[in-house]
């Protein structure tokens, strides 16, 4: 019992607000590249659609690119503060 314990205590403090970005960003690029697959695969209309579908998809990660981008300059501005050299 004390072990699992560790392990859910460790895994919950463990998790942090990067890596479930990070995890969100990852999946929907996995979405988008297997609907492009899937349209290799399928018949003219399918693929356009399935095309559109992966477009949506990347369109919906976008925000959490741009999230990435704007705020990891001030991340690296805080952790080079930290360093006394």
Do not use: C, K
């Not at 018949?43 to 095309?51: H, I, L, N, Q, V």
Request: hydrophobic fraction near 55%; aromatic fraction near 16%.
């Amino acid at each position: 019992m004390e072990f699992y314990l560790v392990v859910w205590f460790s895994t919950i403090r463990a998790l942090t607000f990067w890596n479930v970005i990070a995890f969100i960003t990852d999946s929907l690029f996995v979405a988008a590249f297997t609907l492009r697959v899937i349209g290799f695969s399928s018949t003219a209309e399918a693929a356009a659609d399935t095309r559109l579908r992966s477009f949506q998809v990347l369109s919906v990660a976008a925000p959490f690119i741009w999230y990435v981008l704007n705020t990891a300059p001030q991340l690296e501005d805080l952790s080079s503060s930290h360093v006394s050299g």
